[in-house]
């Protein structure tokens, strides 16, 4: 039996979903964690190195998020946490839009779809703070916007969904991490 294999099967026995949460500095991937755990976002600093999180339970499956810094002195460590991921979350600040940000997470954005220890894995953009928006700009035209920005349709190697998202009221991060299960699902389970 190959490697990928054995991994894949043991995975399965284990109901066990790796997720790890990538994106600039101060989008808010340690609040959304937190969000995910119920505890306080109030009180959130720059992760300065990493933090494994465990959700269980979702959906049968305990979820084991990985919060790793987004400094840019930090991203050439983010490679260290790509083995076996099964899906990356990818998260972008809403508030940056128009911004010289959205270049740059297009840029680190681009080196992550391309390592090939991530190949494969479900990849779920959020773009988070839309509690920050003012009501005069649509959600939808910040979402087309990123969406052009990063050039997500360029991505042909990942399964990939966009969403807004609030990591202070919880919007649609449900909706988002149930796509993230049933990709991982729909993977894992292919040759079964
Ligand atoms: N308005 C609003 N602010 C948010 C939201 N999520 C995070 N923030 C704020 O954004 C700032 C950065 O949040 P963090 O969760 O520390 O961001 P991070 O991506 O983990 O940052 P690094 O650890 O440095 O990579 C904090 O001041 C948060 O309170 C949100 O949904 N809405
Ligand atoms: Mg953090």
């Known amino acids: 039996m190959g490697l990928l294999t054995t991994i894949r099967k043991q995975k399965i026995k284990d109901k066990e979903i790796r997720v790890l949460i990538l994106g600039l500095d101060n989008s808010g991937k340690t609040t959304l964690v937190r969000h995910l755990l119920h505890e306080d976002v109030s009180t959130v600093s720059p992760t300065l190195g990493f933090a494994i999180r465990t959700l269980s339970d979702i959906g049968g499956y305990t979820l084991q998020l990985w919060d790793v810094g987004g400094q840019s002195s930090l991203r050439p460590f983010w490679r260290n946490y790509f083995d076996r991921t099964d899906v990356v979350i990818w998260v972008v600040d ?13 840029a680190e954005l681009s080196k992550v779809v391309a390592e090939d220890k991530l190949s494969g894995a479900g990849v779920l953009v959020l773009v988070n703070k839309i509690d920050s928006v003012p009501s005069s ?3 939808d035209d910040i979402v087309k916007t990123v969406r052009v920005a990063l050039a997500l349709d360029r991505i042909t190697n990942h399964e990939w969904i966009i969403l807004p998202c609030s990591a202070y ?24």
Not at 94 to 106: I, Q
Not at 170 to 190: F, H, M, S, T
């Open 169 to 192: 009221t919880g919007e649609n991060i449900d909706q988002g991490l149930r796509w993230a299960i049933d990709e991982v699902k729909r993977r894992l389970y292919r040759f079964d």
């Open 137 to 139: 700009v649509s959600i």
């Open 94 to 106: 809403a508030t940056t839009v128009g911004e010289e940000r959205l270049s740059e997470c297009r």
